[in-house]
């Protein structure tokens, strides 16, 4: 009688919890398991803002305990070429753009599975909250058993190469299960704690960081009204529902609500913002969406009711999709805060995501009386 083995599959080590615990299940299921820790930004370890140095001790650590090989490679390169460089150009146009997202396409799950299959791999594992299902009309990208950590968001760009190539053991497990499994596993990064953000701002404010690459480019702030209020640094160092940071404070014959950016006009270098957490400035109804991608490979029959997010954790909303299959028109049932262009909208059907695009404008039909005359970031 013989058993039928499983492949191989090489995961992404990053030094936390999440990716120590894949690691061991795949082992538990069988599978020949192999690390690999990706560098993917060359930064000083001794400067104390980048992690990468502690990460990689912690990886080791766990391959060690785990008795698996662990591979080493530095994306830097294309990290700088295919992320971080097209984040400058979304921020120099005064959009805000989600590396995460490009991160997963261009670097976990295109140039990590490449190298991967150059070492005779074919599958890839990381510790995102998602999950994976085959199915007669392909593969699918799902959402994790726990809503709360769910990271479907960040991986809508993946598609049917990819989803066949790469698993997801975390799909149906609680944070809290994934540490206790680490722990009863002797595992050091049991009760590490989650990293936030990116490795290569670490502590540093963004705007610090991100003055490093962009030039200031001061402009004037002003109100709904066109009031000057103050001057700011550059439009890339805001975004839409911002508070801190805007340097306004207090102003005469005006009442002491907090002010919040509610647009940008990039033409003519303007930081528009208003008083109020939910001021009509923030809210629309409509988006305008493009850099569209499916998981399918092909659009959806159009028009399509669905549920769309336009930021991580948020619940799905109810809404209709329209137009082309490169462009899109999002219309909710619910007016929606703070909807951010360059950031992503992301469509679901019940547990499986569709895919989702680039936020390109948005617009308040049903209060355009509220939201005011057209520029470049919002259409009355």
């Given at each position: 009688m013989?058993?039928?083995?499983?492949?191989g599959?090489?995961?992404?080590?990053?030094?936390g919890?999440d990716?120590s615990?894949?690691?061991?299940?795949?082992?538990?299921q069988?599978?020949?398991v192999?690390?690999l820790?990706?560098?993917n930004?060359?930064?000083?370890d001794?400067?104390g803002?980048c992690?990468?140095?502690?990460?990689?001790?912690?990886?080791?650590a766990?391959c060690?305990?785990l008795?698996?090989?662990?591979?080493?490679?530095?994306?830097?390169?294309?990290?700088?070429e295919?992320?971080?460089?097209?984040?400058?150009?979304?921020?120099?146009?005064g959009r805000t753009?989600?590396?995460?997202?490009?991160?997963?396409r261009e670097?976990?799950?295109k140039?990590?599975l490449?190298?991967?299959?150059?070492?005779?791999?074919e599958?890839?594992?990381?510790?995102?909250?998602?999950?994976?299902?085959?199915?007669?009309?392909?593969?699918?990208?799902?959402?994790?058993?726990?809503?709360?950590?769910?990271?479907?968001?960040?991986?809508?760009?993946l598609g049917?190469?990819?989803?066949?190539?790469?698993?997801?053991?975390?799909?149906n497990?609680?944070?809290?299960?994934?540490?206790?499994?680490?722990?009863?596993?002797?595992?050091?990064?049991?009760?590490k704690?989650?990293?936030?953000?990116?490795?290569?701002?670490g502590e540093?404010?963004?705007?610090?960081f991100?003055?490093?690459f962009?030039?200031?480019?001061?402009g004037?702030?002003?109100?709904?009204?066109?009031?000057?209020?103050?001057a700011?640094?550059g439009?890339?160092?805001y975004?839409q529902?911002?508070?801190?940071?805007?340097g306004i404070?207090?102003?005469?014959?005006?009442p002491?609500?907090?002010w919040y950016?509610?647009?940008k006009?990039?033409?003519a270098?303007?930081?528009?913002v208003?008083?109020?957490h939910?001021?009509?400035?923030?809210?629309?109804?409509?988006?305008?969406?493009?850099?569209?991608?499916?998981v399918?490979?092909?659009a959806?029959?159009?028009p399509?009711?669905c549920?769309?997010?336009?930021?991580?954790?948020q619940?799905?909303?109810?809404?209709?999709?329209?137009?082309?299959p490169?462009r899109?028109?999002?219309?909710?049932?619910q007016?929606?805060?703070?909807?951010?262009?360059?950031?992503?909208?992301?469509?679901?059907?019940d547990?499986?995501c569709?895919?989702?695009g680039i936020?390109?404008?948005?617009?308040?039909?049903?209060?355009?009386?509220?939201v005011?005359?057209?520029h470049?970031?919002?259409?009355a």
């Amino acid at each position: 009688m013989t058993t039928h083995r499983k492949p191989g599959v090489i995961v992404g080590m990053s030094g936390g919890v999440d990716s120590s615990v894949a690691a061991l299940l795949l082992i538990q299921q069988g599978y020949a398991v192999e690390g690999l820790f990706m560098k993917n930004w060359e930064e000083d370890d001794d400067s104390g803002h980048c992690a990468a140095a502690r990460d990689l001790a912690d990886a080791t650590a766990v391959c060690e305990r785990l008795g698996i090989r662990l591979h080493r490679i530095n994306f830097s390169f294309e990290y700088w070429e295919s992320v971080f460089s097209r984040c400058l150009d979304e921020f120099r146009a005064g959009r805000t753009p989600n590396p995460d997202v490009l991160c997963n396409r261009e670097i976990k799950f295109k140039a990590f599975l490449e190298h991967a299959q150059m070492l005779g791999v074919e599958l890839v594992a990381t510790g995102h909250y998602a999950g994976i299902e085959n199915t007669a009309a392909g593969w699918h990208l799902v959402k994790a058993r726990d809503e709360a950590k769910d990271q479907s968001y960040f991986l809508y760009m993946l598609g049917q190469r990819q989803l066949a190539s790469a698993l997801f053991p975390l799909t149906n497990y609680q944070k809290r299960e994934v540490r206790a499994l680490a722990e009863q596993a002797g595992l050091v990064t049991h009760d590490k704690k989650d990293s936030t953000g990116l490795c290569f701002i670490g502590e540093r404010r963004f705007s610090d960081f991100l003055a490093r690459f962009l030039p200031a480019q001061p402009g004037d702030v002003v109100d709904t009204d066109g009031r000057k209020l103050g001057a700011h640094r550059g439009l890339m160092f805001y975004t839409q529902g911002q508070r801190q940071g805007l340097g306004i404070g207090g102003r005469r014959g005006m009442p002491e609500t907090p002010w919040y950016v509610v647009d940008k006009i990039p033409d003519a270098n303007r930081l528009i913002v208003a008083q109020g957490h939910d001021h009509a400035r923030l809210f629309s109804n409509t988006l305008t969406a493009g850099q569209l991608h499916w998981v399918a490979g092909e659009a959806p029959a159009l028009p399509q009711q669905c549920t769309a997010k336009i930021r991580y954790r948020q619940q799905g909303q109810a809404c209709v999709l329209d137009g082309t299959p490169t462009r899109l028109q999002v219309s909710f049932e619910q007016p929606q805060r703070a909807a951010t262009p360059g950031q992503s909208v992301v469509f679901y059907r019940d547990n499986r995501c569709l895919g989702g695009g680039i936020i390109e404008q948005r617009s308040n039909t049903r209060y355009a009386d509220a939201v005011g005359p057209r520029h470049s970031g919002v259409a009355a």
